[in-house]
């Protein structure tokens, strides 16, 4: 009864450094990863609630990542500090065998790697696919943001413009360019119309308006017809029609897990993500979901390495840390290449299983051992 209070004791501990730590790993790649979604706003003139909705979406894709690496360091800070507080050789001459505390580390893992599965292959993909959507589904908010000086802004589809002077709305030497029709009614025959470019001196921006004063508006013909100049010395603009050019189409790591497992079927090779080189993309998108939490409960036995007694303690201890940054790295390097060999993918998958077996074994040989000489 008291050794499962330990337990829990224990299990309890490890969870709340691993949270903690996890947290705020996520929170400082975050808050990094946020600096560049304020483009969001600056050149794509998108709502502040929209670039901190985005934002917080994106927590869970930067979560996932540092899975792996908080266990490990939550693991090695449980087990060194009950070590220097002697803690484990009260229970070792109270009768608590190692094998068991190596069980609980293991365990916890299974856990730690049932949550990683959890995130990585459901919600981790459903809420990138849901922060895409957001951009897609909304409209830039203000076109004054994506104006900067003497800088030329390609941030719309086919609408180019530059400015030399910008104070508050106000705006000096301004030049459009329009090769996607997006300005309308600027021309007698806009069918003929190849693209339009606008020239003015002042200019004032209010929100998705433009008041263009003293200029010429420029249209380019097509069939090599002769260039029509309009002079003007007032202009309204309306750029509501502007489309930005943020990428609003889900990318492969935001599609469903199901979606991606589809791709194998033959009936479903058609789905435009599912093209001839998709192994390339998928098979490393789906072992990062699917088998690299598994390699989890292998950091669990490579860290256990430290309850075995030994002389050289210190180098014991660099060589769990060593292990344990070795299989993380395995991990991030050798998954990227799992669609191009075969042979790569088959061993990336059978490693994590065939390893935690023989440490296991390897650590009740050590055990063994210890009670026979104590």
């Not at 380019?220 to 502007?242: G, R």
């Not at 435009?272 to 409960?297: A, S, V």
Request: hydrophobic share 45%; glycine share 2%; aromatic share 14%.
């Amino acid at each position: 009864m008291l050794q499962n209070k330990i337990y829990q004791n224990f299990s309890l501990e490890i969870f709340k450094t691993f949270l903690l730590i996890l947290f705020g790993l996520s929170l400082i790649a975050l808050t990094v990863r946020a600096v560049g979604f304020l483009e969001l706003i600056v050149e794509n003139g998108y709502p502040v609630d929209t670039y901190f909705k985005y934002s917080i979406l994106n927590l869970f894709g930067i979560s996932t990542k540092f899975i792996p690496l908080s266990f490990f360091i939550a693991l090695s800070i449980f087990i060194l500090k009950h070590a220097n507080d002697s803690e484990f050789s009260i229970l070792w001459t109270s009768g608590v065998k190692k094998i068991h505390i190596v069980n609980l580390f293991f365990f916890s893992s299974i856990l730690i790697m049932c949550l990683h599965l959890l995130l990585s292959a459901l919600f981790t993909p459903l809420a990138l696919n849901k922060s895409r959507q957001l951009l897609s589904k909304e409209q830039f908010n203000s076109f004054l943001p994506t104006v900067r000086m003497q800088q030329f802004s390609d941030t719309f589809k086919g609408f180019t413009f530059i400015v030399e002077k910008k104070v508050g709305n106000e705006i000096k030497n301004i030049f459009l360019h329009d090769k996607n029709k997006t300005l309308k009614n600027l021309s007698s025959n806009s069918k003929n119309t190849n693209s339009t470019t606008i020239i003015a001196e002042t200019g004032l921006i209010d929100t998705k308006k433009m008041f263009l004063f003293d200029g010429e508006i420029i249209t380019s013909k097509k069939n090599n017809e002769k260039n029509e100049i309009i002079k003007f010395e007032q202009l309204n603009v309306d750029l509501s029609d502007l489309t930005t050019t943020t990428i609003k189409e889900p990318k492969l790591q935001e599609l469903s897990t199901i979606k991606l497992l589809n791709c194998f079927k033959t009936n479903i090779i058609k789905e435009k993500f599912c093209n001839e080189n998709f192994k390339k993309e998928i098979i490393p998108n789906l072992n990062r979901r699917i088998i690299l939490p598994f390699y989890i409960p292998v950091i669990s036995l490579i860290c256990s390495f430290l309850l075995i007694r030994s002389e050289k303690k210190n180098f014991n201890k660099l060589n769990v840390f060593a292990g344990c940054f070795i299989i993380i790295l395995f991990t991030e390097l050798a998954i990227r290449y799992t669609g191009i060999n075969n042979y790569l993918l088959i061993f990336f998958i059978i490693f994590p299983f065939a390893l935690s077996i023989i440490f296991y074994l390897y650590l009740i040989f050590k055990f063994s051992n210890e009670y026979k000489s104590a």
